[in-house]
């Protein structure tokens, strides 16, 4: 499956904004797929997970309450929409694929998306 991520951009501090992450490939809908961001500096994190029905999520404790990870599998995409930024936020963020529901760490997760850059002012 390949994994395109969209939707960032600059905002400021308490606004929200949702990432896109589009995948090709007729079997989108069999994978797990997941939210990482990576700061500057900083080793890429976990944000979220959806399995592949959509019924199950995970989320980083730093995120939880203020971002929702969703997934559309007709349209073969997954969301997140990200309310109440802090600049903490700021960061390039990936999705990404495993065939595993559950997992945080970034070695279970077996396609990437390119990233896209999410700069939250403050």
């Known amino acids: 499956v390949q994994l395109q991520a969209s939707g960032g951009g600059l905002v400021q501090a308490g606004d929200s904004l949702r990432l896109s992450c589009a995948a090709s490939?007729?079997?989108?809908?069999?994978?797990?797929l997941g939210w990482f961001r990576q700061a500057p500096g900083k080793e890429r994190e976990f944000v979220a997970t959806i399995s592949w029905s959509g019924s199950s999520t995970t989320y980083a404790d730093s995120v939880k309450g203020r971002f929702t990870i969703s997934r559309d599998n007709a349209k073969n995409t997954v969301y997140l929409q990200m309310n109440s930024l802090k600049p903490e936020d700021t960061a390039v963020y990936y999705c990404?694929?495993?065939?595993?529901?559950?997992?945080?760490?970034?070695?279970?997760?077996?396609?990437w998306g390119q990233g896209t850059q999410v700069t939250v002012s403050s």
């Open positions: 490939g007729r079997t989108f809908s069999s994978y797990a």
């Open positions: 990404a694929a495993s065939s595993t529901y559950g997992y945080r760490h970034d070695t279970r997760y077996g396609y």
